[in-house]
Structure formats: structure tokens, C-alpha cells
């Protein structure tokens, strides 16, 4: 029997004399469930919604389905780890990869990636856990081909923590539609992971926000920081392939960019406990996740330093990088620049007032002179001028030249 609940939901509308034909469901199925199981050689498969979240509105109703089992059932999650990669690949490829062409291109990502942990061990036993990371790693990329196992994991892991998520329609979804948008418009790399994701492509940028962002809190960061003519991510691109010609089309900084943002959305569990750690990512684990035989780790750490320090929606708590719809310091230090450079003379009359007003009842304080009149000559006392705001900008040749000219002069008549 599958989608119970659906057929609960529609149930309860038909009325059967004095009772309902959902009333007479449940009854039918408590007593199936007796019945087979005291049977020899006869099953019942019963499957329901896999949370609250996909329960149509209706989570009381999903719990009570679920107790009439309760007492005879053995649950049982149709795939479970790594077997959920087999799944991926029979759902949505129209045949399966060359075993030569999957071993090659694991071979190839393992080496890269297991180079870059063993470049982070410090311990003979660091580098030994390393060396069986990279084996487990070969493996998995091995079974998930043309796909990251990271992708997966972010989906399988993170996303589905998300309210609105469907664990397994929504995945498949934005699966296929990634790679209609790379058939269609080319780009593509040769696996497919959380920083290959086509973002360019408003089709697939909709598929992935659809459920993850459904109010839109994330159209600034999209907006600003990540696809678009001039975005922080792309002029890092930009710079870098005027650096580095072979960079050009490699897009680093749009790349690391794209994972972060994939590791944005939802949690991840601990141990398959109740603690689920907030959404973000490591450096190690978004490298690992990001380089490749195009990308070096070298680069991709040097791209993520200036994303750092570039982006106006990416936080780093100096553990996880997360992209997050509150502005962070660059953007609110953009926005007084900006707020300065309207109103350059108001902002300065408000500093020179401010300056004036803690210096309020010193004579021998002048702020700002804009000629060497405005300090007085022949006073039989010592003077203090500070100079103006502009001095502040020019060499420091410049500076003490202007300085010595007000010391020196006093407008056209002469010396002091």
C-alpha cells in the first residue's frame, strides 16, 4: 500500500452511513495488519511520508497512521548511505557511465583531492588517516559518477532538514534539471558538485531556491555576490584571468562561491543524533568538495580569501563559511562610504563641528585654517592649528610642506 496519507486525506470526505470511508480504512487496515501477521507466508508493505514536513498538513493524521503499525511493524528506509548514489544515477542517466571513463575520472579526483589532506597532515598518523580517506574517497566518486559525492551529501545530509524540501522528488528535480541547463548550454565540468552547480542558469537557480528560499530572503546575496555582469565573485574571476590567463575559464572564485552557498541551507546531524551543527562549511571540507584537476587547493585557498573579504553577504565565524541574508561588515562599510561620497561637504562641516565642539572653550585651538590668515600672528601665546582634512591625503612631503607654510607665512605679507 503507498501513499496512504493521500488516500486517508481523500477519504475523509466520503461519508459511509453514520461513519467515514477514512474510519473504515484505518479499522481495514489494524485488522489487515493482525491478520498478516499471524500469516506464514505473507507480507504487508506499508509505506508513509518520511516527516512531518511532507505530511500535507496533516501531521496528526500521519501519526496515527503510523501507531496502527506500530505494534506488528518493522521499519525499513528503502535506501540508506551510499546506495542512495546507484539510485541517483539509474533515475536520471539514460544509460550507465563507461567503467573505464568512472575509474579514470575517480582515479583522477582522488589523487587531487587526497593530495590536498595529505598536504594537511601533520602526523604520520594524520597522514595514514588520509591515505584511507583517499581510498574511501576514490570508491565513492567511483559510484557516483558524473556526480560529486559531496553534491549528494549536501542534498541527502543538509537539504532535507530544510521545511519544504522533498527528500526525494525535490533532489531528483534539481538533479535533472542541472543537467538539462549543462547539456543545453555547455559548461560543463567533468563531475558535477556543489561548486559546478550552473547557477548562471535561472532555471536551475529557481529549482534550487524553490524550496530552500521560498521567500526570497537570499535575493540580495544572488543579486550581489554570486552570477550576474557585477558581482563580487565575478570580478575576482575577471581580476585572476588577467593575472593568470589559464584561469580564464576555470571561474575560481564563482565556483567556491556557488559551494558555499549549497552549504548554506539546512543542518547537518551529528552522528545521526538529535544536535545537528548550523548551516556553513569548513574550509577543508569546501576545498575538498571544490578542487580538482582544473583547480588546485593553492588557488582555491587564495580565491577564498578575497571572497572573504570581497562578498557583502558571506560570514565567516572562523570555523564555517555561510552565506546569510544579513549584510556583513564590508556591506554596511560600503554603505557609509557611499552614504560619505553623497555628501562630502555636509560631512565635513559635521566632522569640523564635532572637533570644534570637544575643543569648545580652548582659544588657542584653531581646526582647520583654510589660509595661514585664519592663524593669528604677533600672539603672546602658544597656538595650536590643525590642519585641514585634506592634508590627511597627500604625501608626506606634500604634508610638511603645507605645514611649513602656514608656520612660516602669514598670507601675502610676509613672514611670521
Given at each position: 500500500m503507498d501513499e496512504v496519507l493521500k488516500y486517508m486525506e481523500r477519504a475523509a470526505a466520503v461519508g459511509v452511513k453514520e461513519s467515514t470511508l477514512q474510519r473504515q480504512a484505518k479499522d481495514f487496515i489494524q485488522n489487515l495488519t493482525v491478520e498478516v501477521s499471524n500469516s506464514t507466508n505473507a507480507v504487508m508493505v506499508y509505506s508513509l511520508q518520511w516527516s512531518a514536513r511532507e505530511a500535507l498538513g496533516n501531521v496528526s493524521l500521519l501519526e496515527e497512521l503510523d501507531k496502527l503499525t506500530s505494534r506488528k511493524d518493522q521499519v525499513r528506509e528503502p535506501v540508506t548511505g551510499d546506495e542512495v548514489l546507484a539510485v541517483v544515477k539509474r533515475r536520471l542517466l539514460g544509460a550507465e557511465p563507461s567503467p573505464e571513463v568512472e575509474r579514470?575520472?575517480?582515479?583522477?579526483?582522488?589523487?587531487?583531492?587526497?593530495?590536498?589532506?595529505?598536504?594537511?597532515?601533520?602526523?604520520?598518523?594524520?597522514?595514514?588517516?588520509?591515505?584511507?580517506?583517499?581510498?574511501h574517497f576514490r570508491g565513492r566518486m567511483q559510484a557516483a559518477y558524473p556526480f560529486h559525492p559531496a553534491l549528494i551529501d549536501v542534498m541527502n545530509g543538509r537539504w532535507t532538514s530544510v521545511d519544504g524540501f522533498q527528500?526525494?522528488?525535490?533532489?531528483?528535480?534539481?538533479?535533472?534539471?542541472?543537467?538539462?541547463?549543462?547539456?543545453?548550454?555547455?559548461?560543463?565540468?567533468?563531475?558535477?558538485?556543489?561548486a559546478d552547480i550552473p547557477v548562471n542558469d535561472p532555471d536551475v537557480l529557481r529549482a534550487m531556491l524553490k524550496d530552500l528560499d521560498p521567500r526570497q530572503d537570499y535575493a540580495p546575496v544572488i543579486t550581489h555576490d554570486l552570477p550576474g555582469p557585477n558581482t563580487r565573485a565575478k570580478r575576482i574571476d575577471e581580476r585572476m584571468a588577467k593575472e593568470t590567463p589559464a584561469l580564464a575559464n576555470v571561474w575560481p572564485a564563482l565556483r567556491l562561491a556557488t559551494a558555499i552557498l549549497a552549504y548554506s541551507f539546512g543542518g547537518l546531524k551529528v552522528n545521526e543524533g538529535e544536535e545537528v551543527l548550523p548551516p556553513g562549511v569548513t574550509e577543508t571540507e569546501l576545498l575538498a568538495a571544490c578542487i580538482g584537476p582544473d583547480l588546485d587547493s593553492v588557488t582555491a585557498n587564495s580565491v577564498l580569501s578575497d571572497l572573504r573579504n570581497s562578498c557583502l553577504y558571506l560570514h565567516f565565524d572562523g570555523v564555517r563559511y555561510c552565506f546569510k541574508k544579513d549584510p556583513n561588515v564590508t556591506k554596511l562599510i560600503e554603505d557609509a562610504e557611499q552614504e560619505v561620497a553623497r555628501d562630502p561637504d555636509g560631512i565635513?562641516?559635521?566632522?569640523?563641528?564635532?572637533?570644534?565642539?570637544?575643543?569648545?572653550?580652548?582659544?588657542?585651538a584653531i581646526v582647520w585654517p583654510a589660509t595661514s590668515q585664519d592663524l593669528p600672528d604677533k600672539e603672546p601665546r602658544f597656538l595650536v592649528g590643525y590642519m585641514p582634512l585634506e592634508v590627511a591625503g597627500k604625501t608626506n612631503a606634500q604634508q610638511d610642506e603645507a605645514a611649513k607654510a602656514v608656520l612660516a607665512k602669514y598670507g601675502e605679507t610676509g613672514p611670521r
Open positions: 579514470e575520472i575517480a582515479k583522477t579526483y582522488a589523487e587531487v583531492v587526497g593530495g590536498f589532506w595529505r598536504a594537511r597532515a601533520e602526523t604520520p598518523s594524520a597522514k595514514q588517516d588520509a591515505e584511507e580517506q583517499m581510498v527528500r526525494t522528488r525535490g533532489a531528483l528535480r534539481f538533479l535533472a534539471t542541472c543537467l538539462h541547463a549543462l547539456k543545453a548550454k555547455g559548461g560543463a565540468k567533468p563531475v558535477l558538485g556543489p565635513r562641516e559635521r566632522i569640523k563641528e564635532m572637533l570644534e565642539a570637544r575643543l569648545a572653550g580652548k582659544a588657542d
